[in-house]
């Protein structure tokens, strides 16, 4: 009887160190964020998050925060709750925001264009496209930001190159909060600042864990500060939200094109290894593959 007993013990860690190895593997295996569509609104309609009475039809200027009521009360219950949300703003604690890499600066020249709910960075007449698709939320956009996307620093600034962004916001359905729609708003914003490759650059490298939802408006100016970008009308635009409709036409062009993870990125019409991402490495061959040095 001990004897089976030992065996049975035996057989029974050997069954759980066999799951605890495959879930290890699983873990391994994932290398983007999945947008984990169910066919529901993109900013969380029906689902209990922060954002969940949002929409991408509110109006392009001063739209309302990403977690606000279309039926909203009178107008002095509106400025009472304004007021006590802009005490609750004063004292927010914002984190200290870190520089891009240098090399972003050497982008500060080159032509950036927003058509639909694409940003495109680039000669318009670039020979090669790249297209990238990308949540400001999603930790794997960040390991490529800060690696695989370095090889197209060069080919951008010697005009090979021209790349179209399409930034998604699903991580706050899927997480709860209003950060990616905050930061994809802020993007928008920086286009028409004239700084949108630094800005751009300094949000992933300013990313807070993907859980988290700290990328407010507050910590949004923070980043921006650091690429120089103090302008008032883009101030403006981070805190009322102006672009948060347009946040609505760049998920659905998201959505339009059948990306269901982030970050997916297109090289002259053939979609990217994952494991070639997230190193410059290993993205510059698949460049050169396509012929653009």
Request: charged share 25%.
């Amino acid at each position: 009887m001990a004897v089976r007993a030992v065996r049975k013990a035996g057989r029974r860690a050997g069954r759980v160190a066999a799951s605890v190895t495959a879930v290890a593997l699983l873990g391994a295996a994932v290398t983007a964020c999945d947008s984990d569509d169910d066919g529901d609104d993109w900013m969380g309609m029906g689902k209990k998050s922060p954002s969940a009475s949002a929409t991408s039809s509110d109006s392009a200027s001063g739209g309302e925060s990403p977690g606000g009521p279309s039926d909203g009360p009178s107008s002095s219950s509106s400025q009472d709750s304004q007021d006590s949300q802009d005490s609750q703003d004063s004292q927010e604690t914002v984190p200290e925001a870190k520089v891009p890499p240098v090399s972003v600066e050497r982008l500060a020249k080159v032509p950036t264009a927003v058509k639909g709910g694409v940003i495109t960075v680039g000669k318009p007449g670039a020979e090669h496209t790249v297209k990238v698709y990308e949540d400001p939320r999603c930790p794997f956009c960040k390991k490529f930001e800060e690696g695989g996307a370095q090889a197209l620093v060069g080919p951008l600034v010697d005009g090979d190159v021209k790349v179209e962004y399409t930034i998604a916001s699903f991580l706050d359905r899927n997480l709860g909060g209003s950060g990616s729609v905050n930061a994809a708003n802020a993007l928008r914003a920086a286009v028409e600042a004239g700084k949108f490759p630094q800005f751009h650059s300094a949000v992933f490298v300013n990313q807070p864990e993907e859980s988290e939802d700290a990328f407010t408006p507050a910590f949004l100016l923070k980043i921006a500060d650091k690429v120089g970008l103090r302008d008032a009308a883009f101030q403006k635009a981070v805190t009322n939200s102006t672009y948060k409709s347009w946040v609505g036409t760049a998920m659905d062009a998201f959505t339009d094109d059948g990306v269901t993870g982030t970050p997916t990125v297109v090289v002259d019409g053939e979609k990217a290894a994952s494991d070639a991402l997230y190193t410059e490495a290993g993205f510059r061959k698949v460049l050169k593959d396509a012929g653009i040095s």
